[in-house]
């Protein structure tokens, strides 16, 4: 009787400057940069681990351009709430922190418990980036008053 074979769940620590990624069970772990060419070096990573499940947390917003991006190349997005991760770590006795171990952990929580896709509006896409510039207009304007 042959196993059934784990497909790869990858998980992405984000910042401004740099990803972290971990691709579990393969345990798999490298960092690009956070931008288009880092993105570019990602996806070819994650074509040769035949990754198709890919979570980050949502956090400060430097998720959103990479998040498109794989959302674009047709990998199954998962955005996760830091705090669940944080619970999850903790639970699996996981106290050390760094940007390394927080994406194995992301991996980890993706392969080991139910998530949901992300869904993409693109069509309120648009709209949201207007409310946020209407909303930081108002905050600009208040500030000045």
Same mark, same amino acid.
């Given at each position: 009787?042959?196993?059934a074979q784990i497909a790869p769940r990858v998980g992405i620590d984000c910042s401004d400057a740099? $990803?972290?990624i971990h691709i579990h069970p393969l345990d798999i772990a490298f960092s690009v940069s956070n931008d288009p060419d880092g993105w570019s070096e990602l996806d070819r990573r994650l074509v040769l681990a035949q990754a198709e499940i890919v979570a980050l947390e949502a956090s400060g917003g430097c998720e959103?351009?990479?998040s498109r991006f794989l959302l674009d190349r047709g990998y199954s997005l998962r955005l996760v709430d830091p705090f669940r991760v944080r619970q999850?770590?903790?639970a699996a006795?996981?106290?050390a922190k760094?940007?390394?171990i927080d994406a194995a952990i992301i991996a980890l929580f993706v392969a080991s418990l139910p998530t949901r896709p992300v869904v993409r509006h693109k069509h309120l896409e648009g $709209?949201?980036? $207007?409310?946020?510039?209407?909303?930081?207009g108002i905050l600009l304007l208040a500030l000045r008053a």
């Open positions: 009787m042959r196993m740099r $990803l972290d959103r351009e990479v999850f770590a903790k006795g996981r106290f760094n940007d390394r $709209l949201a980036e $207007l409310v946020t510039a209407r909303a930081q």
